[in-house]
């Protein structure tokens, strides 16, 4: 599973959650599929290496590895709930134990502070921030 950085048909840029398809190594580029392809309506993209996150594949432990996790108020990107996009959000609270989850604010116009109230997402579904357009 990755955080993969695509344009769509009508010239919307996101990062999407995706599973890599397949590895083109001598062009460093990725096949990845979107996963609402599960649904019938995802689609297969032809990305970049540098538009790729990889998701973590386990928790960390805010006991014995408190520096894996985010600090609060570091800048990241996470799944928006009931979603399957990635965006832009401020880590509001970490996780105490192993199966917590991150409190996570994000940039959000639709509201006058120009963000969300705090959504829980799972320690799998935050990554480090990567701003793709510089």
């Not at 014995?64 to 996790?69: F, G, K, P, R, S």
Request: charged share 25%; with cysteine.
């Amino acid at each position: 599973m990755i955080a993969g950085y695509v344009e769509s048909d009508d010239g919307d840029e996101n990062w999407i959650l995706a599973e890599v398809a397949n590895v083109h190594t001598n062009k460093n580029k990725y096949d990845i599929v979107d996963i609402d392809a599960e649904q019938g309506k995802g689609r297969y993209f032809n990305i970049p290496k540098r538009h790729i996150i990889p998701l973590p594949q386990w928790r960390a432990c805010p006991v014995t590895c408190t520096q894996a996790l985010f600090t609060r108020r570091s800048t990241v990107l996470a799944l928006y709930p009931q979603t399957s996009c990635f965006y832009k959000g401020i880590v509001e609270s970490v996780p105490r134990v192993g199966k917590d989850s991150y409190s996570i604010i994000f940039e959000d116009s639709s509201y006058n502070s120009g963000f969300s109230p705090e959504f829980d997402v799972p320690q799998m579904f935050v990554v480090g921030y990567k701003d793709i357009r510089k």
